[in-house]
């Protein structure tokens, strides 16, 4: 049995990539416009603001990474849903531990 590389089996419809990308863009856009997401900050050895012209698109490509490297691992069962435990289980570290004296 073949298997299209267009869409997995939990997919409705093969869409191409040019419309799976187009979907993508509008939800980043919606994450970012209306949800207020934005990398507005990097640490090196200090904090540093980033400008907005560096921030929006950061953001942007970050979060197209992301979706896009779930979407790659969504092949096998179980995988997805691991890492994006693994992943909250770290964000949630990070999260109690800010504001807190080492």
Request: glycine share 14%; hydrophobic share 50%.
């Amino acid at each position: 049995m073949c298997c299209s590389s267009l869409a997995s089996g939990d997919d409705r419809k093969n869409l191409s990539s040019g419309p799976k990308f187009a979907g993508q863009l509008i939800a980043v856009a919606v994450a970012i416009i209306w949800g207020g997401v934005s990398i507005a900050t990097m640490t090196g050895s200090e904090r540093m603001a980033l400008p907005e012209w560096v921030a929006v698109p950061l953001t942007v490509l970050f979060l197209l990474g992301g979706t896009n490297a779930f979407n790659l691992a969504d092949g096998l069962d179980g995988l997805a849903g691991g890492m994006a435990m693994l992943c909250l289980s770290g964000t949630a570290l990070l999260a109690f531990t800010v504001g807190k004296p080492q």
